[in-house]
């Protein structure tokens, strides 16, 4: 008999609500043309293999009013409903009501779970073994989880050979793995880092140690021949190097050797693999590692050119970044704030450069040399400064009660580049001092000056494709919730077409004719864009548009405006067949 959970929690109206409209289309479609190729229930849960672009696992558990599901597939990964979830459950639904006729007509059913078992405990302990070996020359996932047991019998040995083969077999590519493929292929890699994590709990440190680094090499080497966009190896690397260091705390090798094994990784990875190595590892390295990962580091330290303002390094930004980091960790490691700046000054070719040093001194509690170190920065970069670094200096200047200083820098930000964040942060620091509204004004003044020279200068240049309008003006009132301000800002100088939807949106009450004058606007625009979720949006806004003309009395003009909608997009077959869907009466 089927779960009464699923009975009560798995229907077609359900499944509806779960899926969005073309994950259930598709899935309804999977399902008739048979693509559910297998499908079981035991115990609350549906498993079933569904053929997609390739095979794809779907496993459906219901108990205590709770419905959870998981698909392998990209979309079903992320947690959504996907149509190979839809396929299984409106399969098993068409099972539970073909197996109530097959009773009611003929009073058989088929087997079930409950049943295979119980066929399985009366076989023999041979017959069973034969079974899974079987099985297993077709399951990839199941022939090296039975090695790699098997591999492990007694408490004495360890056969190490099983699990390298099982590593590489898993970190295989065989060619490029696609964005389709690249969840299986993780899915294949997570089982076997499953079983190294086994060992681990087993006691096994020491071979955790050698097969994790075997691992985190194979995983890196695989990544080079993946599209990986969906990030399914990195949780994979991050939990082989937490392995890794869990086995080491354990197993305590010796610290010199584990040290260049660590620093090789640290500075030649692509992946940073084991980066921040000595500052997780310093309790397994203890003062004898730690004074070798220093050595190793400054050897390749002193060849770290020293970098001024607007210099770059020839050698390249990674072989320095790694090194640098190294070096920053082992200061952290010392609890030395000197040899920490000291590292952190050997590049100073950006502004930030210098607020990372002055942020360093304030944690230290040495404001002084904050402020100093900040201040030198906004003098190497006088103009068009990290926007960073002048807020710090600016809040050092309020804490010491040098308001006129710190509102000269917000004020010198404002006028680089006049737009609604550095408003908002004038508006900020003014507060401060109480001094807004003095502030505001003068800022509205700037942001209108800068607006008519920028529009001057175009049309001087006869630069009439670039355009120039009132977007900011418009974003500041609407931020300062000063919607009647911002519409007359968007009709006496222009706006973004964003911003002119949010604007007609917020009109449509009080005043629907200005609202419908924008949307009406608005549909070739979004027509033009020639894709399907256009398309909807599009319709949508036709929606809308009939609903405002109803509202003012202009009922009577909306059948002729969306027939000559129609006729001028008539090509967009795809457009069209969704105006057709829709119900406008």
Not at 119 to 131: E, Y
Not at 396 to 422: N, T
Not at 529 to 542: C, S, T
Not at 553 to 563: N, Q
Request: hydrophobic share 40%.
């Amino acid at each position: 008999m089927p779960n009464e959970s699923l009975l009560k929690l798995l229907n077609r109206h359900a499944i509806k609500d779960l899926a969005d409209e073309r994950s259930f289309s598709r899935g309804e479609q999977y399902q008739a043309n048979g693509r559910v190729i297998s499908l079981t229930e035991h115990g609350g849960h549906i498993v079933a293999t569904v053929q997609g672009t390739e095979k794809y696992h779907v496993r459906i558990s219901a108990k205590d009013r709770r419905f959870e599901y998981f698909c392998d597939c990209p979309v079903g990964a992320e947690g959504d409903f996907c149509k190979h979830c839809v396929a299984t459950s409106l399969e098993w639904l068409a099972g539970v009501q073909k197996d109530a006729r097959s009773v009611s007509d003929t009073g058989e059913r088929p087997v079930t779970m409950d049943e295979a078992r119980d066929f399985l405990a009366r076989q023999d302990k041979s017959t069973l073994v034969d079974m899974l070996l079987d099985e297993s020359l077709e399951n990839d996932l199941l022939r090296e989880r039975i090695f790699m047991k098997a591999a492990k019998q007694d408490n004495k040995s360890l056969n190490l050979a099983t699990f390298r083969k099982a590593i590489i077999h898993a970190t295989a590519s065989h060619g490029y793995v696609d964005y389709r493929s690249a969840y299986g292929f993780s899915r294949g890699i997570d089982e076997v880092v499953n079983q190294i994590d086994t060992l681990l709990k087993e006691g096994r440190a020491s071979e955790v140690i050698e097969l994790a680094e075997f691992a985190l090499a194979k995983v890196e080497k695989a990544l080079g021949s993946m599209d990986d966009s969906d990030g399914y190896m990195r949780p994979i690397l991050d939990r082989l190097q937490e392995i890794h260091l869990a086995a080491c705390k354990e197993a305590l090798p010796d610290p010199e050797t584990l040290t260049k094994r660590l620093f090789k990784w640290e500075t030649s990875t692509g992946y940073d693999t084991f980066s921040g190595a000595a500052v997780a590892y310093q309790k397994v390295l203890g003062k004898k590692g730690l004074a070798l990962y220093r050595k190793l580091a400054e050897a390749e330290w002193k060849n770290i050119p020293q970098l001024g303002p607007g210099q770059r390094d020839p050698a390249g930004f990674h072989g320095r970044f790694r090194i640098t980091h190294i070096m920053e960790d082992l200061a952290k490691v010392a609890n030395d704030i000197e040899e920490l700046v000291a590292v952190k000054s050997r590049d100073l070719s950006y502004a930030y450069s210098y607020l990372q040093i002055a942020e360093a001194y304030k944690a230290a509690g040495k404001e002084d040399a904050a402020l100093d170190w900040a201040e030198r920065g906004l003098k190497a970069f006088p103009e068009r400064t990290d926007s960073r670094l002048r807020d710090f200096v600016a809040a050092e200047y309020h804490r010491l009660k040098r308001h006129d200083d710190a509102m000269r820098l917000v004020w010198q930000q404002f006028m680089e580049s006049p737009g609604l964040h550095p408003y908002r942060k004038l508006k900020e620091h003014a507060d401060k001092v109480g001094q807004w509204q003095t502030w505001r004004e003068k800022a509205l003044a700037c942001l209108r000056e800068s607006i008519a020279g920028h529009k001057q200068k175009a049309k001087k240049d006869g630069l009439t494709w670039y355009r120039v309008d009132n977007s900011d003006l418009v974003e500041i009132f609407l931020w300062e919730k000063d919607a009647e301000t911002a519409w007359r800002e968007a009709k006496d100088g222009g706006c973004s077409d964003s911003l002119s939807m949010k604007l007609a949106s917020l009109r449509e009450k009080d005043h629907p004719e200005d609202a419908l004058a924008v949307y009406r606007k608005q549909i070739e625009p979004i027509l033009s864009q020639k894709n399907v979720v256009a398309y909807g949006q599009a319709v949508e806004l036709l929606r809308t548009i009939r609903f405002l003309m109803i509202q003012i009395g202009r009922e009577t003009e909306f059948a002729p405006y969306l027939e000559s909608v129609r006729a001028a997009h008539k090509p967009k077959r795809n457009f069209l067949k969704l105006l057709d869907q829709k119900k406008w009466t």
